[in-house]
Every structure is written in structure tokens, then in C-alpha cells.
């Protein structure tokens, strides 16, 4: 069955705008920056929509699928577009499901909750932790998939072994039909007449019906006999679910790929979450022996048993993961314990006895602490996207990456594999969910060079046939056909099969027009394969949009991460065409931080920006640059705070200064809601002449502090703080002259002028052996500094600097001294910790925290969302206010479910946020300042 004939290209302008009419326009999108950002999903495919939908209603489901049957336009459904096999692209509708995101009940008693498709696994699972409760199917993508695509693809994961896949897992869906009307697809008892009553209201429902009456012998004879299957529809499913007595939807709709019809909800079934977990990591010398161990390891019932071969955990780097040069292979077991009666440590201890039979390159790693376990974890599960690193061309390619053979013959299928791949000269990565027989296959191939192209499409067809001719397998356990196994589900199931299958579809989809060339398609699987992002260095994972604050708030890719390295590294790209996202970027750098590619969107962003600096921020900073003329002013501002800094005179100060913010940003302003920091009238550096050393650069101490703008300018107690800690630990730091660090000057374009200052402080803090902040961006810009100044002169001082830079919670973590601490107060506070991006992208995650649970009188509560970005982002709370506000509201959710006194944090950007956002429901404190009120207390 081939897709419909497309639309055709004049009428694509009408597309957008009839959908603007009919949903909101709001809703509907059509520009150069949306249409290149839903160009692609996690697969090696292009195709380039008219229109995107993001609909919040089932009535917006409903209007658009009626209008693409009407006019024949191909529609096809997305959530977080993670999928590697091209299922949520297409040439006509994209309907993004994302901003339909609601838990609508939840039922911790019966263990179900009733939710919508837009909700991503971890936020899901997130909220079901807190009733002890758990979704089973875990894709190794769960950070970042939502549930519409779990359940189109009937995804599955490591933990299938024990909760089996999302089709195990449904009760019921809410389908939209391609008639525009609505079907509830439960599990209807053969005998209950509402069933009956569907079967004549609904004719796609009674052609099914057939079909599984007339060729139940044929479905069961091509039954698949391996663990797991996602290839077709699930036609056995629904044969299983007649036998029981039930006419079993749900089995239909989930794997169906958005090719029978659109998810508006799903009630799915929950498990307790166990009370304890082990995870074991066990490197073997030889594969065979893994072959012969995995019967062994599956008699402890294990709820993951996965696998990495040879080449992959040498792609991955051994060095870098701790993997011993001579190990084979690796596996990955976990085991829960669900009642206080079952000990994980003898199971461990068993474990290893066992293990120690066979020749392992190491002992095996055996994790309780749920910190160390996600740190076995962290590998495996960005596995893909890691492979990115491994060459600038060869990348990894998915076109045979989720077979299925007998679990018994695993190292079979590997040793197969290997040979193939050597013969062909190919690296491979092979990896995967042993304990089904589900292996991930993953060449790196060059696709734009003919001989690897051709060595794809060869691998393709020997691969494919070999495992359902030697191995009796499956092509396709868990990922869905797409675009990518389409022509070959043919094959798998033979005509008479799949013929069934192009009925299901007719009946269902009779005008062709829901997700088109996806699962039931002739094409060969090489038709748009996107040969231009495939030698870029971005595996489009999303993994960055999971971290992304404006993702968050705004649920479109073109407000992504993900989508901003597409847009900005187009051939099409233009500041013109994509101003307006291009400014929307936070320059937060969680994305970096997450990129298991090593790609930094932020920087590629800040490139664009540099080749069109904002004048109206040149102007502010270059007198910013004159230090001395600037600090007279803001002393002047310093002495009339008490004035402008009344309400009234903020809404003044507000609406005057509107035209002139503009010059900044569209929606810049100085919000009257703003908490601001009291400005300083003596600066920090007037309050410690004596540490500033005097004529000339030559260092008189160890240690300088690099106070920044903000804890000299501001009056908050920061600067003292962090100048008395250093003195508690022995060191009289200098304050050395400097410039502001850079992070704000480049977020605005200002490139040559962040470097000017950079040039200065280079120069300032050249002779000491450490350079402390306090503040979180000027940790991470001096840090950086050796990428601002890339194959320039100054990059060797710049790459000297940064090993010097410590923030003070790692100037204090490695002290020796340890000043006495005490309480202040009698009753213990709980205290957070708000983990600033800038902190965490230059590294330093776990001192402050150590800092904060080793303070007398404080009770550490890891709250959650600690790691996400809290919206202020330098200015960013000046350039676009309202929406700094949509982001700062999940911290502020999160901070009152830890139930925290106190936020401490390191960003003077942050304190201001929280602050604004918190309104004086939690105190905001730097954690120098919790640290010297502690050594205050001791010495009182
Ligand atoms: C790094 C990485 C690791 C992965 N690991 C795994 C893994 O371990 N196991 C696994 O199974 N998969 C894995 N995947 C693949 C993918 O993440 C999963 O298939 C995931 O469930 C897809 O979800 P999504 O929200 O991204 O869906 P999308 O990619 O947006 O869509 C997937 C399919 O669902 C359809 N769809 C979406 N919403 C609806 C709706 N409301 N109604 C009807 N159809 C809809 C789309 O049309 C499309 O056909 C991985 C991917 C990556 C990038
Ligand atoms: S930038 Fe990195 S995290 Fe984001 S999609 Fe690309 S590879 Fe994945
Ligand atoms: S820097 Fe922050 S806002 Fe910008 S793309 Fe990365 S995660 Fe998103």
C-alpha cells in the first residue's frame, strides 16, 4: 500500500491558515523556524511539514483530523519525537501532542491512573513515586519520551523482563477514529452488548472483527514466537484477548504507530515500586560465556538483564567508564526485592559466586545506593547518542536496531554480528535487552559515501533475513516499523499476513491519511534519509528538550533545544527568518550538560547572536566597561533605592523605560514584580581596601577571590560571606581589579567586547595558584574562557586559568582546616539546594551539597527538580519577564513539596529569580552565607 498523493505546494500557506481558523491561531504554526524543527525526529529521516498543530483539546484532535480526511492531507501524530525510526515526521499536519500533559485520576488503591499522551515517562513516574507507585515499561529514552509514543509504539525497556511492555500495560485508550469520532478501546467482554453495539456503529471495528474470525488459523500459524514483538499490528494480541472471551482494543491501537487513529487518553496500569533494588555490572572475558550464563542469572528472576558487546563498551571508552581493556562483554543486572523478607546482598553474594565461575576481567560491581546504580546506568541508557562522539562522519545509524531472537541464543546472534560486521568493515555497536534476546544493532556508518551506503542497505537485508531465517526472530522488538522496517514487515509475516494487515489499515484509515508510509508502506527504506543532519554532529536524541526551561514551558520543538540546532545549523538559515527563537534561548547550558554527543547548543546559539549584536546592550555594557564612571553610578542608583524601589515608582519606572528595553528585546522590561537585591553604596571593594593589592599586578596571596559585578555592586551579604569562609580557612584572599567575567556581555552578542574584559582579568589573575567565585556564571566563563579565546594567543593563559578556577564549595570541600560549626538557632532547618545551571555545567554538583548536609542545625532536603534551570539566567528575568515566570514555577512547586526554610544556591541571577518567584514563602541565602553563619555560631 503506498501513501496517499501528497498536497500540493501553493495550497501549503492555506493549510495554516484554514487550522488557524478552525483551532486557534495560538495553535497552529507554519513558519521557516517551526517547519525546520519538526523536520526531523530521533531517526535518520527528513521530511519537512505545512503545518503544525499543538492541540490542548480532544476537539482540536477531532477538527484537524477531520480537516486532513477532508482535504486529504497526511497527518501525523507527535509527543517528544524520540522515536528512531521517522514515525513522528511527515509532509503534511504534524498534530504535536505535547501541551495535553494532565495526570486526569489517578487510583492508588487499584493501582491505574487515567492520563494524557503529552506526559513524559520520568515527570510521570516522578508523580507516582510519591504514591509508592511505578509505570513498568521503561525505554532507556524515559527522560524524555512522552506516552502517546510509548503507547504508538508499544515501547518497552530494560525492566520488560519483568513488566513487559506498554501493551501489557494499557487498560483503555481514547481514540480519535479518522471519521473524527471518538472510540473508548477497552477490553470489551464478548458477551456485553455495548460491545455488540460498537461493532455496528463503528465499521472499521466490525471489518476487525472479521478478519479475526475468518483467518484465525493464519494469525495464529504467523505468530510470532519470540518474547517480544512491535513489528505489524498486533493482530495475536487480539486473537489472545477472543480465546479469554474479550474483545481486547487496547492491543490494536498500542504498537498501531498513529497510522489507525490518535490518543487523546489512556488509563494505564501501575505497580508498587520496589522497596530496594541491586544492580550489578559483571565484565566477561569471553561472549560465550555470557551464553552460557544468562540461564543461570535469569533463575534469580531478574527485572533487567542487559548486554554490551566488545566494540560497544570500546566505543563507548573503556578508560572513561572504568570497563577493564579484556572484557568481552558486559551485562547489567538488576534485581528488586518487593518485601522486607528478600535480602539483596546474600542474593549479591550469590550472584557473584556464580559469576566467578566463569573468567571475568574484573570482580562485579554490586549497587544498592540508588545514586551509584544510576551511575551503572548512565552508559548504557545514552548509549545511542554517545556514539555521536566516535567520529566526525561515521555516525551511528539505526536501520537494523531492534531484533529479536530466542534469549538462549543471544551470543549466537552477537558472534553472527560481529563477523558480519567485520567482514564488512563496519564498527558496531551491539547492545540490548539480553534477557528477551533483544539486541540493538547500531553501525556507524558515513552514509554520504556510497561504499558505506551500500554496505547499509546489504547489512539491511542480510540482517533482517538472517534472523527470521536462522533465528526464527523477530526485526523488531521495541522501536516500531516506521519508515524503517516498513518494507520488510512483508517479509516477516509473508503476504497472506500482511495483507491482513493493509486491511486493518483500509478499514481504518481509508483515505490514507494518518501517519502515511509509517508501519504498512512499499517504499524502500532509504527514501528520505537525511544525508545533510546525518554528517552533523547532533543524533537529534531530545535528550537536550528534557532539560530545556523553554521546552518546558512552551512544549514545541521550535522552543527546543533540539529544535535550535536544526534552525541554526540549517543551510536555510537566516537571523531574519529565525530571530525570534534564536533570542529565546536562556543561555542556560543544561542542554550541554545532558548532551551525551558533546553538542552545545548554547554556543552554537551564541555564534548566531555574535554575528548580530544588540546595540542597545553595547551601549549599556560599554559604559559598564568604564568601571570606574559605572560604579559612581550605581552608587548614585544605591542612594535613591529607597525611593525608586517603592511599588509605585516601579510601575513608573516600568512603563517609562518600556520603549527604551525594547531596544533589548520585544519583551524586555523592569518588571514591578522583580525582587532586586539592595544596591551597595560602599561596593564590596571599598569595604576591603586592604585586600586589594596596590600598585600593579604582582600577586600577594595564594588565592584572589573573583567577586564579579554582583557581589560588589549588591548589598547581600554574598561577597562578606565568601571573603570571611576564605579567611575561617586560612586564606587572605586578593581582590584583584577586574571586569565583569563575560556571560552576560556575549548572551547579547557582544563578543569582542566580552573577550576585551576577558583579556583584563587574564592578565589580573594570572599570578595565583587559585582564582575563587562565589558566583555560578563566573565559574563556568572563566572556565570557558579557553573556548571564547579557540586558536587564539591567549588560549594557553586562558586554558591555565581555567584549571585554577574553584568555586568556594570546592575551595571549601578541599580545605584541610575545619573551622568549628554551630547552629544558630535551637530547632533544625530544613535547607535545599537549588543547583544553578552554570554551577553544574562547569562541573560542581555534589560539594555544595556536602557543604549544606554537613551544616549543625540543618536538615538537607534533596528537593525535586533540584538540577532544572530556575528561569533567570543572567538578564534573562529583564529580556522576557513573563516567561521567566512560567519557568521559575515548577521550582517554586518544587521547593514547597521538600518543604524547605531555606533555598541555598550560588547565582546571584538565581537568588534574585527565587526570590521573585518564591514571594517570602522560603528564604533565599547563598551557601557561603550558611557556611560563615555557621562558623559565626561557633565562635559565639
Ligand atoms: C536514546 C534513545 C533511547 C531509546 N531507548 C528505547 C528503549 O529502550 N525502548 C524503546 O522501546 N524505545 C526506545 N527509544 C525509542 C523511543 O524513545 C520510544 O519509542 C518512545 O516511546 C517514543 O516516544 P515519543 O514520545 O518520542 O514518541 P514520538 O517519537 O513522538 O512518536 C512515536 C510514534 O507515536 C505516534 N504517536 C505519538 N503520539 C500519539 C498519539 N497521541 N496518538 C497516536 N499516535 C501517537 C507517532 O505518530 C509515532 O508513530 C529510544 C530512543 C532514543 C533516542
Ligand atoms: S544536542 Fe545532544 S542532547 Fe540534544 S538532541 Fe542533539 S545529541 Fe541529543
Ligand atoms: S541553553 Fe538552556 S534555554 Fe538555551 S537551549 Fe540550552 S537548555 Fe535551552
Same mark, same amino acid.
Given at each position: 500500500m503506498t501513501a496517499p498523493t501528497l498536497i500540493l505546494p501553493d495550497r501549503s500557506h492555506a493549510i495554516a491558515s484554514d487550522l488557524r481558523a478552525t483551532i486557534g491561531a495560538d495553535k497552529v504554526k507554519d513558519d521557516y523556524s517551526t517547519l525546520t524543527a519538526y523536520a526531523v525526529d530521533a531517526s535518520i529521516y527528513r521530511m519537512t511539514p505545512k503545518a503544525v498543530v499543538l492541540v490542548e483539546t480532544e476537539e482540536d484532535i477531532a477538527a484537524t483530523v477531520r480537516y486532513a480526511v477532508q482535504r486529504s492531507i497526511p497527518v501525523t501524530p507527535r509527543a517528544a519525537g524520540t522515536n528512531l525510526t521517522g514515525s513522528a515526521i511527515g509532509s503534511g499536519i504534524i498534530l504535536d501532542i505535547s501541551r495535553m500533559n494532565r495526570i486526569l485520576e489517578l487510583n492508588r488503591e487499584e493501582r491505574w491512573a487515567r492520563i494524557q499522551p503529552g506526559i513524559v515517562l520520568a515527570e510521570l513516574n516522578k508523580r507516582l513515586a510519591r504514591d509508592g507507585l511505578l509505570f513498568g515499561p521503561d525505554p532507556s529514552s524515559g527522560e524524555m519520551c512522552k506516552l502517546g509514543g510509548m503507547l504508538a509504539n508499544n515501547s518497552s525497556g530494560p525492566h520488560t523482563l519483568r513488566y513487559g511492555a506498554v501493551k501489557d500495560n494499557v487498560a483503555a485508550l481514547r481514540v480519535c477514529l479518522q471519521s473524527g469520532e471518538w472510540l473508548n478501546a477497552k477490553a470489551y467482554g464478548l458477551d456485553d452488548p455495548f460491545c455488540a453495539e460498537l461493532l455496528k456503529v463503528h465499521r472499521p471495528l466490525h471489518d476487525l472483527w472479521s478478519l479475526l474470525q475468518d483467518y484465525a488459523a493464519l494469525i495464529s500459524q504467523k505468530r510470532p514466537t519470540v518474547s517480544k514483538n512491535s513489528c505489524g499490528y498486533n493482530l495475536f494480541g487480539l486473537a489472545d484477548g477472543l480465546a479469554r472471551g474479550c474483545f481486547d482494543l487496547p492491543k490494536l491501537f498500542v504498537g498501531s504507530e498513529g497510522t489507525l487513529g490518535l490518543f487523546s487518553e489512556a488509563t494505564i496500569t501501575l505497580v508498587e515500586k520496589p522497596r530496594a533494588t541491586l544492580t550489578a555490572l559483571i565484565h566477561f572475558h569471553r561472549l560465550e560465556d555470557v551464553g552460557d550464563a544468562v540461564p543461570k542469572l535469569l533463575e534469580f528472576r531478574p527485572s533487567a538483564l542487559e548486554v554490551m558487546d566488545a566494540n560497544t563498551l570500546n566505543l563507548i571508552g573503556r578508560p572513561k567508564h572504568g570497563i577493564p581493556a579484556d572484557a568481552a562483554a558486559t551485562l547489567l543486572v538488576e534485581l528488586d526485592a518487593d518485601d522486607a523478607g528478600i535480602d539483596l546482598r546474600a542474593q549479591a553474594e550469590r550472584m557473584t559466586e556464580i559469576c566467578r565461575r566463569y573468567r571475568l576481567a574484573s570482580d562485579p560491581v554490586m549497587a544498592f545506593d540508588p545514586e551509584q546504580r544510576d551511575q551503572l546506568w548512565k552508559a548504557r541508557k545514552a548509549l545511542y547518542p554517545t556514539l555521536y562522539r566516535f567520529d566526525p562522519k561515521k555516525k551511528p545509524i539505526n536501520f537494523v536496531d531492534d531484533v529479536v531472537v530466542p534469549a538462549e541464543r543471544i551470543s549466537e546472534l552477537i558472534r553472527y554480528l560481529e563477523e558480519f560486521f567485520a567482514g564488512q568493515r563496519v564498527p558496531v555497536a551491539i547492545f540490548g535487552h539480553i534477557g528477551n534476546g533483544n539486541a540493538h544493532i547500531i553501525p556507524l556508518l558515513d552514509v554520504n559515501n556510497q561504499d558505506d551506503f551500500q554496505k547499509m542497505v546489504q547489512g539491511y537485508h542480510e540482517i533482517h533475513q538472517t534472523v527470521l531465517g536462522r533465528f526464527g526472530g523477530s526485526i523488531c522488538g521495541e522501536h516500531g516499523d516506521g519508515r524503517v522496517r516498513a518494507e520488510y514487515v512483508?517479509?516477516?509475516?509473508?503476504?497472506?499476513?500482511?495483507?491482513?494487515?493493509?486491511?486493518?489499515?483500509?478499514?481504518?484509515?481509508?483515505?490514507?491519511?494518518?501517519? =502515511?508510509?509509517?508501519?504498512?508502506?512499499?517504499? =524502500?527504506?532509504?527514501?528520505?534519509?537525511?544525508?545533510?543532519?546525518?554528517?552533523?554532529?547532533?543524533?537529534?536524541?531530545?535528550?537536550?528538550?528534557?532539560?530545556?526551561?523553554?521546552?518546558?514551558?512552551?512544549?514545541?520543538?521550535?522552543?527546543?533545544?533540539?529544535?535550535?540546532?536544526?534552525?541554526?545549523?540549517?543551510?536555510?538559515?537566516?537571523?531574519?527568518?529565525?530571530?525570534?527563537?534564536?533570542?529565546?534561548?536562556?543561555?542556560?547550558?543544561?542542554?550541554?550538560?545532558?548532551?551525551?554527543?558533546?553538542?552545545?547548543?548554547?554556543?552554537?546559539?551564541?555564534?548566531?547572536?555574535?554575528?548580530?549584536?544588540?546595540?542597545?546592550?553595547?551601549?549599556?555594557?560599554?559604559?559598564?566597561?568604564?568601571?570606574?564612571?559605572?560604579?559612581?553610578?550605581?552608587?548614585?542608583?544605591?542612594?535613591?533605592?529607597?525611593?525608586?524601589?517603592?511599588?509605585l515608582m516601579r510601575r513608573l519606572i516600568d512603563r517609562v523605560t518600556k520603549p527604551f528595553m525594547r531596544g533589548l528585546a520585544e519583551t524586555a522590561r523592569l518588571s514591578p514584580q522583580l525582587v532586586l537585591p539592595r544596591l551597595a553604596t560602599r561596593q564590596l571593594r571599598d569595604r576591603y581596601p586592604e585586600l586589594i593589592p596596590q600598585g600593579g599586578p604582582a600577586a600577594r596571596s595564594p588565592v584572589a577571590y573573583f567577586h564579579g559585578c554582583a557581589a560588589n555592586y549588591f548589598d547581600d551579604g554574598v561577597g562578606d560571606a565568601v571573603i570571611a569562609v576564605l579567611r575561617k580557612h586560612g586564606a587572605e584572599p586578593d581582590l584583584p581589579p577586574q571586569r565583569c567575567s563575560g556571560t552576560p556581555i556575549e548572551t547579547y552578542g557582544h563578543r569582542a567586547l566580552a573577550k576585551e574584559g576577558a583579556r583584563v582579568n587574564l592578565a589580573s589573575m594570572a599570578g595565583y595558584d587559585k582564582?575563587?567565585?562565589?558566583?555560578?556564571?563566573?565559574?563556568?566563563?572563566?572556565?570557558?574562557?579557553?573556548?571564547?579565546?579557540?586558536?587564539? =594567543?591567549?588560549?594557553?593563559?586562558?586554558?591555565?586559568?581555567?584549571?585554577?578556577?574553584?568555586?568556594?564549595?570546592?575551595?571549601?570541600?578541599?580545605?584541610?582546616?575545619?573551622?568549628?560549626?554551630?547552629?544558630?538557632?535551637?530547632?533544625?532547618?530544613?535547607?535545599?539546594?537549588?543547583?544553578?545551571?552554570?554551577?553544574r555545567a562547569a562541573g560542581v554538583t555534589k560539594e555544595p551539597r556536602a557543604i549544606l548536609r554537613g551544616l549543625p542545625g540543618v536538615e538537607y532536603v534533596e528537593m525535586p527538580d533540584a538540577d532544572r534551570c530556575a528561569g533567570g539566567a543572567g538578564t534573562y528575568l529583564v529580556k522576557d519577564f513573563e516567561t521567566s515566570q512560567r519557568i521559575v514555577e515548577r521550582k517554586r512547586q518544587a521547593i514547597e513539596q521538600s518543604g524547605a526554610e531555606i533555598v541555598a544556591t550560588s547565582c546571584p541571577a538565581c537568588m534574585i529569580q527565587l526570590r521573585t518567584g518564591l514571594q517570602g514563602t522560603a528564604e533565599v541565602k547563598h551557601v557561603a552565607q550558611l557556611l560563615q553563619e555557621a562558623y559565626d555560631a561557633a565562635d559565639r
Open positions: 512483508k517479509t516477516m509475516f509473508g503476504p497472506e499476513l500482511y495483507n491482513l494487515f493493509v486491511r486493518v489499515k483500509q478499514s481504518f484509515d481509508p483515505s490514507g491519511v494518518l501517519n =502515511p508510509g509509517i508501519k504498512i508502506s512499499d517504499k =524502500p527504506f532509504t527514501d528520505h534519509i537525511d544525508y545533510e543532519r546525518l554528517s552533523k554532529s547532533c543524533a537529534t536524541c531530545a535528550k537536550c528538550n528534557a532539560v530545556c526551561p523553554v521546552y518546558d514551558v512552551f512544549q514545541s520543538e521550535d522552543m527546543s533545544s533540539r529544535g535550535w540546532f536544526e534552525i541554526v545549523t540549517d543551510k536555510n538559515y537566516s537571523y531574519l527568518n529565525s530571530k525570534r527563537v534564536v533570542e529565546a534561548c536562556l543561555n542556560c547550558k543544561s542542554c550541554r550538560t545532558a548532551c551525551p554527543a558533546g553538542v552545545d547548543v548554547s554556543q552554537l546559539i551564541l555564534d548566531r547572536r555574535a554575528e548580530h549584536p544588540n546595540k542597545m546592550a553595547g551601549l549599556i555594557f560599554r559604559f559598564h566597561a568604564q568601571t570606574a564612571r559605572f560604579e559612581q553610578f550605581l552608587k548614585l542608583l544605591a542612594r535613591y533605592q529607597s525611593i525608586w524601589d517603592r511599588p582564582v575563587v567565585t562565589g558566583c555560578a556564571s563566573c565559574t563556568l566563563m572563566l572556565k570557558d574562557y579557553p573556548t571564547l579565546f579557540a586558536g587564539e =594567543p591567549e588560549q594557553a593563559a586562558a586554558q591555565a586559568l581555567a584549571k585554577r578556577v574553584t568555586h568556594i564549595s570546592e575551595f571549601v570541600s578541599q580545605s584541610p582546616v575545619k573551622p568549628a560549626m554551630a547552629s544558630q538557632q535551637p530547632t533544625k532547618c530544613k535547607v535545599a539546594y537549588h543547583s544553578s545551571c552554570h554551577l
